[in-house]
T-cell receptor
């Protein structure tokens, strides 16, 4: 089984709708991240969390919110989706000793 | 100026070729460096860490030049399966917030 899972894998929604993307991990890492990736662009950090009580904004947090329900779960919400939030979204965890990141398979979101 | 810069390519090379990518970073306080590989429409995966003394893993060699603030990735004897996008990642000062380059696309053809 995958160490980092994301649901849904694909989602089509309409402008103005609220949606939630979920991420779960079995690696036992405290640190979790949400990124978006647009074609031709690098990964942009949306939010990150270093433990259950810690939530931090990344470089592009506007229009997004997150919830860290448990060490293993980190959800990303789009309160009112807009077309320019169409992107590929990745969740990741990190190992603090090695500083390497482990990514989920991604969620493809299309906002019409 | 973006903190981590890479030539987007694509680098189009024949099988068996040697190809090298560079990545420059702007923050001199950067401490940890990595190369990730991303296949089309898939998640990034760690290829290798980059150590100050340079390191090698099979056909892949990574180098760090702190004075000039760049890291490099050398791929020898390229395989078709090496076709992917290679992401340069830099961590700064123990924050554990990595900065990703936009990636360099490699296409290996028969």
């Amino acid at each position: 089984d995958a160490d980092v899972t994301q649901t849904p894998r694909n989602r089509i929604t309409k402008t103005g709708k609220r949606i939630m993307l979920e991420c779960s991990q079995t690696k036992g890492h405290d640190r979790m991240y949400w990124y978006r990736q647009d074609p031709g662009l690098g990964l942009q950090l949306i939010y990150y969390s270093f433990d259950v009580k810690d939530i931090n904004k990344g470089e592009i947090s506007d229009g997004y919110s997150v919830s860290r329900q448990a060490q293993a779960k980190f959800s990303l919400s789009l309160e009112s989706a807009i077309p320019n939030q169409t992107a590929l979204y990745f969740c990741a965890t990190s190992d603090p000793q090695q500083e390497t990141q482990y990514f989920g398979p991604g969620t493809r979101l299309l906002v019409l | 100026r973006k903190e981590v810069e890479q030539d987007p390519g694509p680098f189009n090379v024949p099988e068996g070729a040697t190809v090298a990518f560079n990545c420059t970073y702007s923050n001199s306080a950067s401490q940890s460096f990595f190369w990730y590989r991303q296949d089309c429409r898939k998640e990034p995966k760690l290829l290798m860490s980059v150590y100050s003394s340079g390191n090698e893993d099979g056909r892949f060699t990574a180098q760090l030049n702190r004075a000039s603030q760049y890291i490099s990735l050398l791929i020898r004897d390229s395989k078709l399966s090496d076709s992917a996008t290679y992401l340069c990642v830099v961590n700064t000062g123990g924050s554990y917030i990595p900065t990703f380059g936009r990636g360099t696309s490699l296409i290996v053809h028969p």
